[in-house]
């Protein structure tokens, strides 16, 4: 969904509600193995024009199939987040060849006026939430590096300590 800067008027809450389609998701993670969804994402975003910057709230959710990073086994797990964004237009940052951020720059992105497209800042917000290691369960024994036995289905028959 792109969102035309001209449409938010100053100060006035412009709000949108609607989904990412199942297919666009799954491209957008293409380069994670076994990550895929199962529901196309649905949003919920609110968008201020501050003059300088362009705050925007979101709730977004979306039901992935992901494979867990120590058992293997592919688990489903439903993603609910609030996004809090400040949009600053791209040309308003300048030419600066290296910037340093502080921690207060981190929920800031850029945008190219006059547009804004916003599933992919959604997505990209998923995106960054997935863990790197991502577990079925926060009790995940994994796999015996012996016999390669899946320990949360019960104890192998190897002897290791």
Same mark, same amino acid.
């Given at each position: ?9 100053? %100060? $006035? ?6 989904? @990412?389609? &199942? ?9 994670? /193995? ?16 501050? %003059? $300088? ?6 709730? @977004?959710? &979306? ?9 293997? /086994? ?21 030419g600066v060849e290296e910037v340093i951020l502080s921690e207060d720059d981190l929920d800031t992105i850029t945008y190219q006026d006059p547009q804004i497209h916003l599933n992919d800042i959604l997505l990209e917000s998923i995106y960054l939430e997935l863990d790197d290691e991502c577990l079925c369960s926060d ?23």
């Amino acid at each position: 969904m792109i969102i035309q800067t001209s449409s938010l008027g100053f %100060g $006035k809450d412009f709000t949108v509600t609607s989904e @990412i389609p &199942v297919e666009e998701v799954n491209e957008y993670f293409a380069d994670l /193995e076994e990550c895929r969804a199962l529901e196309p994402l649905r949003f919920e975003a609110h968008l201020v024009n501050h %003059g $300088k910057f362009i705050d925007l709230q979101a709730d @977004i959710s &979306v039901k992935l199939s992901l494979c867990c990073y120590r058992c293997g /086994e592919i688990f489903t797990r439903c993603f609910a987040s609030h996004v809090s964004l400040k949009l600053i237009e791209a040309s308003s940052v300048g030419g600066v060849e290296e910037v340093i951020l502080s921690e207060d720059d981190l929920d800031t992105i850029t945008y190219q006026d006059p547009q804004i497209h916003l599933n992919d800042i959604l997505l990209e917000s998923i995106y960054l939430e997935l863990d790197d290691e991502c577990l079925c369960s926060d009790n995940c024994k994994g796999i015996c590096i012996q016999c390669g036995k899946n320990l949360n289905q019960g104890p192998c028959s190897c002897n290791l300590s």
